[in-house]
């Protein structure tokens, strides 16, 4: 039977960009967790990386039963720029994707952009 999950991913700049440190990164994706918002919550360190790639290669290899990804962390255009590709390479439907901008916001603002991005 397939299972048709929602995630969530925060990405952020390795820990150390000041763009991250208004909000408390645990606390957002435990909103989204403790709401069950989504079926599954990681917070990567750099998904522009070359682990990052692999990192996609990993989730959505012959993964079908993901039906949206969130990536909260920098501009959303330059996110599909990034992982375009490999989507692409996996065969992955971009339009599952949606790219969420949270850098300089606090918890509170993070929680909102995800939510509306959720929504759409
Ligand atoms: S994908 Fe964006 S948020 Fe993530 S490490 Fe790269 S530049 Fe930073």
Redo the contacts with the bound molecule.
Sequence with gaps: MAVHMKGLIV????GT?PSFHKMNVFEVINHFRRNKKVDFVVI??????TD?DNFWRALLSGNRDVERVI?A???PV??RK?FGWVFRELGFDESKFRGVEI?NMSTEEAIKAIEDALST
């Design positions: 990405c952020v700049c390795q960009c990567h360190p750099q998904l522009c990386a990052g990536v962390g920098c501009d330059m996110q990034m850098r």
